[in-house]
């Protein structure tokens, strides 16, 4: 028998896990960040990489809001939409996982991590 962790049958805490298994994050490839972003009228793309990379080239349509600028990043997030479904991405996917979890933690409804990010994205950029 497995040790339960005081978890057994505490509705609280059950609620939680479940909340946090509906609005958590979502890994996806480019050909379904493509084919989401088509279908979905309430697509917010955000790129949080820093203003320097950015420069380089970005998706169309994105909102760069830096990660690395801590509270700034927190407070402009929480100036968002939390209904609306977040299409986020930085070079490699790893500030954007973060990104995305902080999300969660707030409150948004729906966030999609672009695996690979930026670096690995094979469509249409801006420059």
Known sequence: MKASLGLKKNPIL?????????????????????????EDDNAVILDVRTEAEVEEGHLPGAKNIDIYKGQEFIDEIDQLDRDKNYYVYCRSGARSAQACTLMDQKG????????????????????
């Open 14 to 38: 059950i609620f939680v896990q479940i909340n946090l298994k509906l609005n958590s994050m979502k890994e996806i490839t480019q050909e379904e960040w493509r084919e989401k972003i088509a």
């Open 108 to 127: 948004f409804k729906t966030t999609y991590n672009l695996l690979g990010g930026f670096s690995q994205w094979k469509g249409e950029k801006s420059e």
